[in-house]
């Protein structure tokens, strides 16, 4: 029986977890299941490798808390340093907090303290429109899925959105495919100056959107055109690698795959994949050097926390040691084929895109026009339950097509995922196609 005490997400009572081992989750009741979500992406190392929580528990036992502004530690410094050649940015600084809400926080307030020290009081941030950056306010108002923002638009001020590449729902029909980088680098430049370019402050997006969009890879030429937009206003680059970092796209972060060098980079989920609430907010030299002379007024009570150090820097070893990036590459285009194969004969596929071990599926009511399913059949919802029934455990996505309708299955398993595992996931999410979608126009 559910305790009466816990605020569960949403209304279902849910099944109690026993333990985990690699790709793998066991129910309290014996039960096996295929973590082909790595719960919501995050698990990139695999479930139960003791070594990284006895690195935890000794860092916890010798100190498991100070305060950051009072002190620094052996562990977080080498943590920085064994990260810092892997990142995307120039002499980064890296500063850590507790997830990627948290990150994305510090990196817009990064953004805005930027410019004041330089002078320019900019007070705008662009998104995308169907991004998701996070949950809290200033995460929320940038993000761009219009469901979590209805209920709190009256606090999400000092935003604006631009066009997002979602190739299958191509925002500029007429340029696709060769023209779109250019139509959306187009539209970024109105939109900075219709604001007003001593405004903008930063563009937020991800480098390969997550579970708002469900993996959408953009053009290879669409980050270079972004950069020079922005470069040209000097509105600084915030990548979003919270669900792409970490070898999670089969790269170490998902703008690896297009050359970006951002101003700012945030991080989480992977980060210490799941074993601490671990999320980093990366600045530049640059951007670091001058939040040092102008101030930077921040912080949070957990942030620069030992025992997150220790966590992060125990699972980035174990992510070279194995070699999970390139694993993510392998599998992911495993993965892929695996998918396309399975899902070949069912006709409600609309798509099915990804780049490493992050892949999502697009159901569709019509292929030939790509319309969507009526959000009231909860086309998402009775699909993830029938895929758990198979023994796989796929990430819902909603609201892709047009803020409100579109379905989608996202997966990205554990980078352990063995070649059977990844096989036996193609075949569970097809199957769970089936069992609910048989009736209107599953192939098979």
């Not at 959306?184 to 001593?198: F, K, N, T």
């Not at 074993?275 to 951007?287: D, F």
């Not at 194995?322 to 993510?328: D, I, M, Q, R, T």
């Not at 969507?372 to 009775?382: I, N, Y």
Request: hydrophobic residues 40%.
């Amino acid at each position: 029986m559910a305790s009466a005490h816990v605020f569960s997400r949403g209304g279902a009572e849910r099944v109690r977890v026993d333990h985990g081992r690699g790709a793998e989750l066991v129910d309290v009741e014996g039960r096996r299941y295929l973590d082909a979500a790595g719960g919501a992406v995050v698990v990139g190392i695999g479930h139960g490798v003791t070594e990284v929580v006895e690195v935890a528990a000794a860092q916890a036992s010798r100190v498991a808390y100070v305060h950051g502004s009072a002190f620094s530690s052996e562990v977080l410094e080498e943590y920085a340093d064994a990260l810092g050649p892997l990142l995307p940015l120039e002499n980064p600084r890296i500063y850590p907090v507790s997830g990627g809400s948290e990150a994305v926080e510090s990196a817009l307030k990064m953004a805005r303290a930027y410019h004041l020290a330089r002078g320019e009081d900019r007070d705008v941030v662009i998104g995308r429109h169907g991004s998701y950056h996070g949950n809290t306010r200033g995460a929320l108002s940038v993000s761009g899925r219009q469901g979590l923002r209805q209920p709190y638009l009256p606090w999400l001020t000092g935003v604006a959105h631009t066009s997002t590449p979602y190739e299958y729902r191509c925002p500029f029909p007429e340029a696709h495919p060769d023209g779109c980088a250019r139509r959306h680098a187009e539209a970024l430049e109105a939109e900075i100056q219709g604001l007003g370019p001593a405004r903008v402050a930063a563009f937020v997006a991800e480098p390969i959107s997550g579970a708002g969009l469900g993996a959408c890879v953009p053009p290879d030429d669409y980050w270079p055109a972004i950069a020079e937009v922005c470069a040209r206003h000097g509105v600084l680059v915030v990548a979003d690698e919270v669900m792409t970092g970490f070898g999670r796209t089969g790269a170490w972060f998902g703008g690896d795959h297009f050359g970006l060098r951002p101003d700012l980079l945030v991080a989480g989920k992977g980060t210490a994949s799941g074993y601490w609430p671990l999320g980093l907010a990366v600045a530049s030299g640059a951007v670091h050097d001058t939040l040092r002379e102008g101030g930077f007024v921040h912080g949070f009570t957990y942030s620069h926390h030992v025992v997150g150090a220790a966590t992060g820097l125990a699972v980035l070893r174990v992510l070279q040691r194995e070699g999970l990036v390139e694993a993510s590459a392998r599998q992911g285009e495993r993965l892929h084929a695996a998918l396309r194969r399975e899902l070949a004969d069912v006709r409600v596929v609309g798509d099915v895109r990804g780049r490493g071990l992050l892949q999502a599926v697009e159901l569709v009511a019509d292929p030939a026009t790509r319309e969507p399913f009526e959000r009231s059949e909860r086309v998402t919802e009775r699909v993830l339950e029938a895929c758990r029934e198979q023994g796989v455990l796929v990430y819902p996505g909603t609201g892709c097509a047009d803020g409100r309708r579109g379905d989608l299955l996202l997966l990205g398993p554990p980078l352990v995922v063995t070649d059977d595992e990844v096989d036996r996931i193609a075949a569970g999410v097809a199957q769970g196609l089936r069992d609910v979608l048989g009736g209107v126009g599953a192939g098979g």
